[in-house]
């Protein structure tokens, strides 16, 4: 789950890292009030939406008085932004962050995040900061370092250090730093989060270190015990099919392809991706019904692909272990009848129940294309849609 940019600093500042004063806004009417509370000459005002590169898109202005703020607001507002990270429809901007400007002598890079691959806490400083960091990582991966610890209570003296070298801090500039990695270390394990970016980090010109950006995201499994960081889900910002997805269970990602998936088991559901790709179409979505899947689950899941106007037909590839062939073939039966299925549906059934899945698609009076595996159920489903 992701946050928005002043709900992160909102958690950095609980957990003592320093950011600048700032105040969000939900509307024009706020905007006066709001921009009482800032204590500097010049405002930023930020557009707040769940995507990187706002900067470059026109979503972050600096202005020197109210007369400039008002003007800006009320352009930012209800706009559309469309950055390198979001797609062409981009992101309606219903929130904006006025904050304190600050007085930048270096920018820097620093994250914190779970890596998977070694089972560590890893710790990415660069000394390259702000909006071009990732034609930094392209084109100078040697200015990027990364530093793995073990998860412990707090990050060891010698740790931290070598996370800000890339830095070279000095002084009480250095205290500052060495404030910040422990404090982006406890938000990471308190919170349950997976990834915490600052960037840019900055050192101002009065040699004070601060997170003058930051974005955060949080693991989705471990939700169910952060109830706090769950009330921060802002679903104007998520797909609706895939809000929709989320309250049956289903691991649901829309896609731009035609052909709609239904698969059980992430890898499986991967594989099928591939081989539509192989056969020269594209998916519509990943969709993961999950090991143990209701009738009412999967008649969910049929539902939410076809609510995308790209799918032009759909592949449902199951491998029944603990999910039942049969389970399957009644929920397909009652959502393709209850949605009046007027697109080509292929079916790979093979496992627990198999025959019998098979069996009750074969007596449903619905036309549906059976398929003896993942080969030539990908292959007929591309051939249906043309």
């Known amino acids: 789950m992701n946050i928005h940019e002043h709900q992160a600093k909102e958690i950095l500042k609980k957990f003592g890292a320093p950011v600048p004063n700032g105040v969000v806004i939900y509307s024009l009417d706020e905007l006066e009030d709001a921009s009482k509370k800032i204590t500097t000459d010049k405002i930023v005002v930020k557009a707040q939406i769940h995507a990187g590169g706002r900067g470059k898109a026109g979503g972050i202005k600096?202005?020197?008085?109210?007369?400039?703020?008002?003007?800006?607001?009320?352009?930012?507002f209800g706009k559309i932004l469309v950055t390198h990270q979001t797609d062409f429809r981009g992101r309606k901007i219903k929130r904006l962050y006025l904050e304190d400007a600050s007085e930048i002598?270096?920018?820097?890079?620093?994250s914190c995040l779970v890596d998977r691959v070694t089972s560590k806490i890893a710790f990415i400083s660069s000394a390259e900061g702000g909006m071009d960091i990732e034609e930094v990582a392209i084109k100078?991966?040697?200015?990027?370092?990364?530093?793995?610890?073990?998860?412990?209570?707090?990050?060891?003296?010698?740790?931290?250090?070598?996370?800000?070298k890339p830095f070279n801090l000095q002084g009480s500039s250095l205290d500052d730093g060495k404030t910040i990695v422990q404090s982006l270390y406890q938000v990471l394990i308190k919170t349950d989060a997976s990834l915490i970016e600052i960037n840019p980090?900055?050192?101002?010109?009065?040699?004070?270190?601060?997170?003058?950006?930051?974005?955060?995201?949080?693991?989705?499994n471990a939700l169910y015990r952060q109830p706090e960081i769950l009330g921060l889900r802002d679903?104007?910002?998520?797909?609706?099919?895939?809000?929709?997805?989320?309250?049956?269970?289903?691991?649901?990602?829309?896609?731009?392809g035609q052909i709609g998936c239904m698969v059980n088991g992430a890898g499986l559901a991967m594989a099928t991706m591939d081989i539509i790709n192989l056969y020269g179409s594209e998916p519509a979505n990943f969709l993961d019904v999950g090991g143990g899947a209701s009738k009412e689950k999967v008649t969910a899941g049929f539902k939410i692909i076809l609510s995308d106007k790209?799918?032009?037909?759909?592949?449902?590839?199951?491998?029944?272990?603990?999910?039942?062939?049969?389970?399957?073939?009644?929920?397909?039966?009652?959502?393709?009848?209850?949605?009046?299925l007027t697109v080509p549906l292929v079916v790979r059934l093979a496992g627990t129940n198999f025959q019998l899945g098979k069996q009750i698609l074969d007596?449903?009076?619905?036309?549906?294309?059976?398929a003896d595996d993942l080969n030539d159920a990908a292959k007929k489903i591309v051939e249906a849609i043309k």
């Open 62 to 76: 600096i202005v020197g008085n109210f007369d400039e703020l008002k003007r800006e607001a009320e352009k930012l």
């Open 105 to 110: 002598e270096k920018e820097f890079y620093l």
């Open 140 to 164: 100078y991966p040697n200015k990027i370092a990364t530093h793995r610890i073990n998860l412990e209570e707090n990050v060891k003296e010698k740790d931290v250090l070598n996370i800000l």
């Open 201 to 220: 980090l900055i050192l101002t010109k009065a040699k004070k270190v601060i997170c003058l950006d930051a974005k955060i995201n949080f693991d989705d």
């Open 235 to 256: 679903l104007n910002e998520e797909d609706p099919m895939e809000i929709e997805a989320s309250k049956y269970g289903l691991a649901y990602i829309k896609l731009d």
């Open 310 to 340: 790209n799918v032009k037909g759909i592949l449902i590839n199951i491998f029944g272990g603990i999910m039942k062939c049969d389970i399957i073939a009644e929920g397909v039966i009652a959502a393709a009848k209850e949605t009046g």
């Open 363 to 370: 007596n449903s009076g619905l036309k549906i294309i059976s």
